[in-house]
């Protein structure tokens, strides 16, 4: 069951899973990030505005973001499976949405092997502000601590996420002042 909720503080509006957690209640999240996590379980959905990247074409732009991702994660190896634009054509002023889904390795708490993690990556290029807003949700496909989906879990997360990013709609563009 999906849910509209207010992120950053209603300027900006999404159809989400009901059951999903907001991570601010349980600690401090950055003013640039609105964090989800699914209930029992390690998959995770990030908001964040980000200073827009000066590349020529949009492809550049999310592969950009996705290995700067995979920089930050230290992951071992990253790879795009693939790159789709979904256009709004709902006629509000929120731009079409670059999709991207890959994969990355990742080693966490020290562990010597390294969890897959499957990333699904949307990006909403807000020209006239020079920012990229940002959409990246985390899914653990084999993980060192037992914390990976299963098939059913993975085509939900996967449908959420489509979801989320199709009914994604900036309502206040002042928001990136």
Request: charged share 25%.
């Amino acid at each position: 069951m999906s849910t509209r909720r207010d992120l950053f503080g209603g300027a900006i509006v999404a159809d989400t899973p009901s059951n999903l957690i907001d991570v601010s209640d349980l600690r401090q999240v950055p003013d640039t990030q609105e964090v989800f996590v699914y209930p029992n379980s390690s998959v995770s959905t990030i908001f964040e505005i980000l200073q827009r990247v000066q590349v020529s074409h949009f492809d550049d732009a999310i592969r950009f973001h996705f290995d700067s991702l995979a920089h930050d994660n230290s992951a071992t190896s990253a790879k795009v499976e693939s790159v789709s634009v979904i256009p709004n054509d709902r006629g509000d002023d929120t731009p079409s949405v670059i999709v991207l889904k890959g994969e990355q390795s990742v080693q966490k708490f020290n562990h010597s092997t390294p969890d897959r993690v499957q990333i699904l990556m949307a990006l909403f290029r807000i020209e006239s502000k020079a920012v990229d807003l940002v959409a990246t949700c985390n899914i653990p496909l084999e993980a060192v601590d037992g914390g990976a989906v299963n098939n059913e879990e993975l085509v939900k997360v996967q449908n959420d996420f489509d979801t989320m990013v199709r009914s994604l709609r900036i309502v206040d563009f002042g928001l990136f002042a």
